[in-house]
């Protein structure tokens, strides 16, 4: 089992910047697949980035490619989201998950492919 905890959220304006961080702890950490989602208000969860276990293989949405970048060190167990040129679609509460990736390349883009999320951290971008 593993928990996770996410920060770096906040309030920014359109074109900034923020690094979320999604900290696990528990046994067997390096054996799970990560990913963070997004939720707004009235909406289901979307699909932001995916990352393997081993860090090496990464996946992202369409909709934040060439903006935002998923990246791990497995030595701090921490998973991080740059978010960089920052629009207010971006508006929501960022959401970290894992699973247990299949191999060391493995990695995931549904939300109902992961077991374990955290609590989430709200970002909030004005125009």
């Known amino acids: 089992q593993v928990q996770l905890v996410e920060s770096g959220g906040g309030s920014v304006q359109a074109g900034g910047s923020l690094r979320l961080s999604c900290v696990a702890s528990?046994?067997?950490?390096?054996?799970?697949?990560m990913g963070w989602f997004r939720q707004a208000p009235g909406t289901e969860r979307e699909f932001v980035a995916s990352?393997?276990?081993?860090?090496?293989?990464?996946a992202s949405s369409a909709s934040v490619k060439g903006r935002f970048t998923i990246s791990r060190d497995n030595a701090k167990n921490t998973v991080y989201l740059q978010m960089s040129s920052l629009k207010p679609e971006d508006t929501a509460g960022y959401y970290c998950?894992?699973?247990?990736?299949?191999?060391?390349?493995?990695?995931?883009?549904?939300?109902?492919?992961?077991?374990?999320w955290g609590q989430g951290t709200q970002v909030t971008v004005s125009s």
């Open positions: 998950g894992a699973r247990i990736g299949a191999s060391t390349e493995s990695y995931y883009s549904k939300a109902s492919e992961y077991v374990y």
């Open positions: 528990g046994t067997g950490v390096t054996r799970y697949a």
């Open positions: 990352i393997s276990r081993s860090g090496g293989s990464t």
